[in-house]
């Protein structure tokens, strides 16, 4: 029985090996071997993970941690979460995202349970939780933004779930309706408390050079008339990512980062976002290409983590992983296209999500452009001269896309 | 109270099982798998000879009843997965059950046959055509015993009436009619008519981007041809009656529990939603007459609220458990995590714990009742409730219509449990 086939190892590996051999590697291990994964395969991807976190830390207990994270050695020890010890033992498979976010991927649920598991020294409570906060000495502020990173993190997971939903054979529509309006809930609790817009707001921050990319085309933060929500999406995709490691995991819809020291955001917002969106039915106004071909002009540096907590970078970076970057990719913009050629867009129309039937892209290509105008978007976007000569350059990367 | 023993382990380990359903006597049990095939157990005869297999359950039949297909336009593949068998009422000495994967229900005739005609004319015993010159003389054929040999063959096929997933179907009291229900609409079909069905309950939003709700189960009222309930991932419960109107979009009555504010979480809507609806005659038990709350609430998976979010993370916030009662409708039961199934006496509201597993449980002996535990201490015989493996989970159940007989899925094993004879 053939099952349309996952995101493909060969289109991760080759994006990872422009980048990152050794996450091509683990990737490939794990993508390659969704069922019956042998346990010496298994091991490798472990001991190679393994060898990644001793590499870029001598920290012993780091060590520990991540064994008892493989569940290799279990050992007495301060374990990040327990939910962690839940997925090991029913035999998820690890893949690696960056230095210090882990990714569990569930062989025998095609639709792609993502786990993040950061091993930093920080345990994250969870509402299942009641775990012990950092050894960072950040106590007293964590205990604050707990809820908040919860709820970050389950918006997240969420995004992630519905973005994998078009993986499928055919998604599970109630899951997937469950699941969206679960994305609704958080995003209207965080627009009441002011969430929300900080994270738009943080999108539409200008101003990284042009050489440091990570890029939202699009992010629309309004405030409709109708009814006083701010729906909000970004489009997160890469252009010109030429200094910095694109570490694209196909299954979250590729991603580009760039380091942070201080802060990144990744990735799973990407599409999820823009069909979240759609289901908050503002479709017809906020257009969004989901190819992430579309350059833009915004360097955006998103912090979410800004938005929860007035906490400084590091805790971020701790939070939602670092991403690494390695200079001199060559041409990732091919590598990329390679990566999108065999991605149909059409998948990332709603109904497809929904549903998996594939039906014509709801939104030409121009409308992007329309959403972008003054009309539409937040004085914030607009004010800010960079979106303006960014569009032209919108509107020729999209003439391309288009083919027109 | 229930009590449990003759643990009788089956080795039906094929595939996942996807759906078990007594037949109206208990005399036959179908399961379904995510390979598209039925095996139909049958209970044997209690016989003098063998006093202590009271009733145990052999295979009678297996047969393939779905095959994956490949939807074309869509260029996607409609799985062979056997998501719901209901039986039919029988009425004559052959079988009937319907069987559906998530596009097509079809209708099988399971019936036997243990005797063949011999000393045909025209042909001899080999099958070979005999020359026609050469016969003399006429004989009549006689029937002659022969091995049992059951056969299954599809009367009926039941196709391209939804574009959702089939969920549920339901057979009507009437016997002439049966609902099938997808995710957004429900249909009503005459079993002698397969190219046509009626819609009768359509929830489909004109823009998809409103969809905020589906429907997870529908059953019949089993008396009432024209009375039957549906579910949805909301968690409410509709009534409807189909004399009402064609298109039974409104309800007669409407049945949701009103939330907890003190209990909401970003998780409320999922786990309220209803996987399974029975009448008796979820774990929810509604007096048909009273709307607002339900009459008993029985907590199933207590346990796990502390992990929802994790459940959340590895899917399995959104399993659907079957719960099933019994046939005096005393008692529920369903199914739960780390292979336990929970029972529920409503009599004297107490519950029991069982475990269904090969290695905890010898033949024949009682079944120890299990207990988890959320935290703090664990005494010994708990289970921790971090220690749940939340891959063995018991979806499917399935109990007997007139005995303390239960069949209980377990991913791929089968095992059928007796209370214990006295």
Not at chain 1, 44 to 66: F, N
């Amino acid at each position: 029985m053939q099952k349309r086939p996952p995101p493909s190892a060969l289109s991760l590996l080759q994006l990872a090996a422009s980048h990152c051999l050794p996450y091509a590697r683990l990737t490939a291990i794990c993508a390659g071997e969704a069922e019956g994964a042998a346990a010496s395969v298994l091991n490798q991807a472990y001991e190679t993970l393994m060898t990644l976190a001793t590499k870029k830390t001598r920290d012993g207990k780091r060590v520990e941690k991540l064994k008892m994270l493989f569940g290799l050695a279990v050992n007495e020890a301060k374990l990040t979460s327990q939910r962690t010890r839940l997925k090991n033992q029913n035999g998820f498979h690890l893949c690696r995202l960056s230095r210090e976010v882990y990714t569990f991927v569930s062989p025998s649920r095609m639709s792609g349970s993502l786990l993040n598991m950061f091993s930093k020294g920080t345990k994250r409570k969870f509402s299942d939780g009641g775990e012990e906060i950092s050894e960072e000495g950040l106590l007293g502020a964590r205990v604050a933004s707990s809820y908040s990173l919860q709820r970050q993190s389950l918006l997240d997971m969420s995004l992630i779930k519905l973005q994998l939903c078009h993986m499928l054979v055919e998604p599970n529509l109630c899951r997937s309706v469950l699941i969206a309006n679960t994305v609704r809930q958080i995003q209207e609790e965080m627009t009441h408390d002011g969430s929300w817009h900080m994270v738009t707001e943080a999108f539409c921050s200008a101003g990284q050079s042009p050489s440091e990319r990570l890029v939202a085309t699009e992010v629309l933060c309004r405030s409709r008339e109708q009814d006083a929500e701010p729906k909000v999406f970004s489009v997160i995709s890469y252009e010109g990512c030429r200094e910095e490691e694109v570490v694209a995991d196909e299954t979250l819809c590729s991603v580009s980062v760039r380091d942070t020291v201080s802060n990144v955001y990744l990735a799973g917002r990407m599409g999820q976002c823009w069909e979240k969106n759609e289901l908050s039915g503002i479709e017809r106004d906020e257009e969004v290409l989901e190819d992430s071909r579309l350059g833009s002009g915004e360097d955006e540096e998103i912090d979410t983590e800004d938005e929860v907590s007035t906490e400084g970078p590091k805790t971020i970076g701790q939070v939602f992983g670092t991403f690494e970057i390695k200079n001199g990719s060559p041409g990732p913009d091919s590598a990329l296209e390679e990566l999108f050629s065999d991605v149909d867009t059409s998948y990332y129309d709603l109904d497809t999500m929904l549903t998996g039937m594939q039906s014509a892209p709801k939104m030409g290509p121009y409308d992007l452009l329309d959403s972008l105008g003054p009309s539409h978007g937040s004085p914030s976007i607009m004010s800010t001269p960079n979106c303006r000569s960014d569009l032209n350059e919108l509107d020729h990367i999209m003439e391309i896309i288009v083919g027109s | 109270m229930i009590v449990l023993s003759f643990f009788f382990p089956f080795a039906y380990t094929a595939d996942i099982i996807s759906t078990v359903e007594f037949n109206y006597s208990g005399e036959l049990l179908a399961t379904g798998d995510k390979g598209g095939r039925v095996v139909i157990f049958q209970r044997e005869q209690e016989s003098k000879n063998r006093p202590l297999s009271r009733g145990e359950y052999n295979v009678y039949s297996t047969f393939q009843s779905h095959e994956p297909e490949f939807d074309y336009l869509k260029s996607l593949e409609i799985e062979e997965k056997i998501n719901k068998i209901r039986w039919l009422p029988q009425q004559n000495a052959a079988h009937f059950l319907l069987s559906t994967n998530d596009k097509t229900i079809k209708l099988w005739k399971i019936s036997e046959r243990d005797k063949r005609a011999e000393g045909y004319n025209l042909k001899d015993e080999d099958g070979r055509l005999r020359d026609p010159f050469r016969i003399t003389s006429l004989r009549v054929p006689v029937l002659m015993p022969m091995d049992l040999m059951v056969e299954a063959s599809p009367r009926r096929i039941f196709a391209n009436a939804h574009t959702y997933h089939i969920n549920s179907i339901s057979v009507n009291s009437d016997y002439e009619t049966y609902l099938s229900a997808d995710d957004l609409r429900i249909n009503l079909w005459h079993l002698e008519i397969t190219d046509r069905s009626f819609n009768i309950v359509d929830i489909k939003p004109a823009n998809m981007e409103e969809l905020t709700e589906v429907i997870t189960a529908a059953e019949c009222h089993p008396h009432q041809c024209n009375v039957f309930v549906y579910s949805s991932s909301k968690g409410t419960i509709r009534l409807c009656d189909m004399r009402a109107a064609a298109l039974c979009d409104r309800h007669s009555k409407f049945f949701e529990e009103p939330e907890d504010p003190s209990s909401r979480s970003f998780f409320s809507e999922i786990i309220s939603s209803i996987s399974d609806v029975k009448f008796s005659h979820s774990v929810k038990v509604w007096d048909l007459n009273m709307e607002n709350r339900p009459v008993e609430t029985y907590q199933v998976h207590e346990y796990l609220r502390s992990k929802l979010c994790s459940l959340y993370e590895n899917d399995c916030i959104f399993d659907k458990f079957e719960c099933c009662w019994n046939g005096s409708d005393s008692a529920i039961m369903t199914g739960s995590y780390n292979n336990f199934f929970r029972m529920f006496d409503r009599n004297t509201r107490r519950d029991i714990t069982l475990e269904a597993s090969r290695e905890n449980s010898k033949p024949r002996a009682m079944l120890k009742p299990r207990k988890v535990c959320t935290g703090g201490k664990r005494k010994k015989d708990e289970i921790s409730v971090d220690s749940l493996d939340f891959n063995k989970k018991i979806l499917h159940t399935a109990w007997h219509p007139k005995e303390n007989v239960i069949a209980v899925a377990a991913t791929n094993n089968l095992y059928i449990f007796q209370d214990k004879l006295n």
